[in-house]
């Protein structure tokens, strides 16, 4: 397989599959989810189009060993056991999302839908509250930052002053809502 940036951009993720019976490399199938979501496709069975659509194209420019590509379940299969925080972090290194010295920050905390689980009775899951996260949007280049999530004990007040701390930016103007301009969470900042 001939060395892209795209796939040098996985290298550094664990594959945690199991080595018996891998045919394709797990930087192979990541590099492969990207580029198909950047084309606009969603879901598996489109992204399963797109490999179909573009087959000869990839195989000339990836060059798998035995000139085969990943199939859509395959590229689903190793998504599911990559680490989210890590491969969003490969992601925002490749494509170098980074505020500029200069720049503003937006940021928001959002509650995802339907993320709470209050069954008592389920022997497969522990009921848990919602899931937040705090995000934060490069307004001059239209970039989203890599989602924080918020601990389950806390709010959106508490863990946005760790995100900006997690960042570690100079120089970069942040823009707040309304909640987070409380006079003791400012002090945090």
Known sequence: MSSLAIVDAFSDLPDTRRT????HKQTLC????????????????AIGDWLKSYHDPLLVLFNPPKQCL???????????RTDEE???????????IVPQSGETVATDGKVLKHSFLSETDNPYCQPHPAIMMVTGYVVERGLILPPYEVDQKTNEIKALPEM???????????????IN??????AHC
Do not use: W
């Open 70 to 80: 990943p199939s859509y379940s395959t590229i689903r299969r190793v998504l599911l």
């Open 20 to 23: 018996a019976g891998l045919r």
């Open 30 to 45: 990541l590099a492969l989810f990207t580029l198909a979501v950047a084309a606009g496709n969603r879901g598996f069975l």
């Open 86 to 96: 890590r491969f969003s972090q490969c992601l925002s290194h490749f494509f170098e």
């Open 164 to 178: 900006i701390e997690q960042l570690a930016l100079k120089g970069v103007v942040f823009a707040f809502d309304a």
């Open 181 to 186: 301009t409380q006079k003791n969470s400012s």
